[in-house]
């Protein structure tokens, strides 16, 4: 895994740049750490057209370990936090388990949703709220659970242009190139007032599924900065627009490119690569605050099944989870593998992108504006050091912490997707219902007696409590007092 450089330094430091390859020595990615601070131009590299790879179940693994059923079909959306699935399979970690695996590509959300839940699909990528929505009736009942936690961090939050040039001229530090983050709401609060004020539609942004965390992840970015991002009434609102400044609706994750390039929103939170296409390819957007900056740590996708199907498949889902820890840890051993991982998306049975667009931040790098010059063609990029916007091991990244099902039930309070307030104990009931550390455990376990793994890369609680400074509102989150945390929001219920 090589990347051209001028020098060690001064090469990777693209983010102030021009967009060119870079040229001299060369380096090693496989040595590189995904905590490297220096940021790599995507162009600088060699991309290798990836072959899909076959790998031999060792079924006498299986027999050993007494699988109930080794043929599997997992579901993944287009979007790179799904690449544990897919490094899983392609690397045979799942081969060694005893298990033969297929990857569907899903249309959208629900879709995923309801084919877990009916069983078509063993077990798939998904959201975290998805096990939440279902376990509290939102939508939909049923019972859920996830024994694997995919990845933290890694939501973008972009809006168009057009609204960027407003939002700084209301904040004009936002016109410097390489402004600090986080950015927060505060001037979309004044434009949502003045559209209201002269009668004009509101700002309609968008995200990915009513009960998942791009939606959580956007109301609470703009309800920091004093924005109503408008209440559901009840159960089967799967709007939401009660009292809202803004207009939330749902769109498929690769839809949301095309929706900004058609002029159909002014602002959306979704994962990668969606983020970095309007911004390095369409040109029609650029991302303000990725979730990092809302909430350091946030949880975003898990792997999850059905409770039936973990009920009837234990011993299958432990080593489905077994396969899953160690491709986590494999993606956050380096940038060589985080290049790899790259190339494996860009094929066409998985996410078919670009792979300068799969690599901004799989690489630990994020573009937040480009300039071009009069003939169009891109002068400088303003990529920048975000080693942690896609975390899928570091800091217990897959570990199914109850902490981050409680997290999202207080937020589903919040907005009114549970529509009565409830006791403490109730949240951390639901918690242990959906989120599966024991799974887990007993899977980390396995590892560590197979030389996989290490002891101390397991926490040894099943909550987490997070500070003040993790959040962009500065408020803590202490997961065994959920009705402390809410009364703390101005805005919210309680």
């Known amino acids: 895994m090589l990347v051209r450089r001028l020098g060690l330094v001064a090469a990777l430091l693209v983010a102030v740049l021009p967009v060119a390859r870079l040229a001299a020595e060369t380096v090693n990615l496989d040595t ?48 790179t936090d799904c690449i544990p699935i897919i490094a899983a399979k392609e690397l045979g970690f799942f081969a060694e388990e005893g298990l033969n695996v297929a990857i569907e590509v899903q249309p959208n959300w629900k879709a995923v949703n309801d084919r877990v839940i009916n ?43 057009a609204l960027f040039a407003e939002m700084a001229a209301k904040e004009p530090r936002l016109k410097e190139w390489g ?52 209440y559901y009434e009840g159960y089967s609102d799967a709007i939401g627009k009660k009292d809202a400044d803004v207009l939330l609706s749902v769109n498929p994750p690769p839809l949301m490119a095309q929706a900004m390039a058609q002029g159909n929103c002014d602002a959306f939170c979704v994962g990668e690569p969606w983020n970095m296409q309007v911004t390095l390819k369409d040109f029609t957007g650029r991302p303000v605050c ?17 409770k039936e199907w ?39 049975d998985y996410i078919g992108a670009n792979y300068d667009v799969l690599a901004e931040s799989m690489l630990g790098s994020y573009s937040y504006a480009v300039e071009k010059d009069a003939s169009g063609a891109v002068t400088r990029v303003d990529r920048r050091p975000e080693p942690t916007f896609n975390t899928f091991y570091s800091d217990f990244g897959s570990f199914p912490y109850k902490s981050h099902a409680v997290w999202g039930l207080t937020q589903a309070r919040r907005w009114g997707q549970i529509p009565e307030n409830k006791s403490d104990s109730w949240y951390l009931d639901i918690a242990d219902k959906t989120f599966r550390p024991d799974i887990y455990r007993k899977a980390f376990a ?11 890369e397991l926490p040894a609680d099943d909550y987490r409590s997070y500070p003040a400074e993790a959040f962009i509102d500065k408020k803590p989150f202490d997961p065994k007092k959920p009705n402390d945390y809410l009364k703390s929001f101005p805005i919210g219920l309680k």
């Open 32 to 79: 590189v750490p995904v905590t490297d601070p220096n940021p790599i131009d995507p162009k600088s590299l060699t991309w290798v057209p990836y072959e899909v790879k076959t790998h031999k179940p060792d079924f006498k693994k299986a027999k050993a370990n007494k699988l109930e059923k080794t043929s599997l079909t997992f579901g993944m959306i287009k979007l």
């Open 119 to 161: 069983m078509e699909l063993d077990g798939s990528h998904m959201l975290y709220n998805h096990p939440l929505g279902a376990a509290i009736g939102y939508g939909v009942n049923a019972e859920l659970v996830a024994p694997y936690n995919i990845s933290i961090n890694g939501m973008g939050l972009s809006v168009s242009n």
């Open 179 to 230: 402004y600090a983050m986080p950015v927060g709401a505060e001037s979309i609060k004044q434009i949502a007032a003045e559209r209201k004020a002269g009668g004009k539609e509101p700002l309609r942004m968008y995200m990915t599924f009513p009960s998942g965390s791009h939606n959580m992840n956007l109301r609470y970015w703009l309800a920091a900065g004093g924005v109503h991002p408008g």
């Open 290 to 306: 990725p979730s990092q900056y809302i909430f350091r740590g946030s949880p975003d996708k898990i792997f999850a099944c059905s």
């Open 310 to 348: 973990a009920d009837a498949n234990p011993n299958t889902l432990v080593a489905v989870v077994k396969g899953l820890i160690r491709a986590g840890q494999w993606l956050d051993e380096s940038k060589g593998h985080r290049k790899l991982a790259v190339e494996m998306l860009a094929h066409k």
């Open 446 to 456: 396995a590892l560590i007696a197979d030389g996989k793994i290490k002891a101390e």
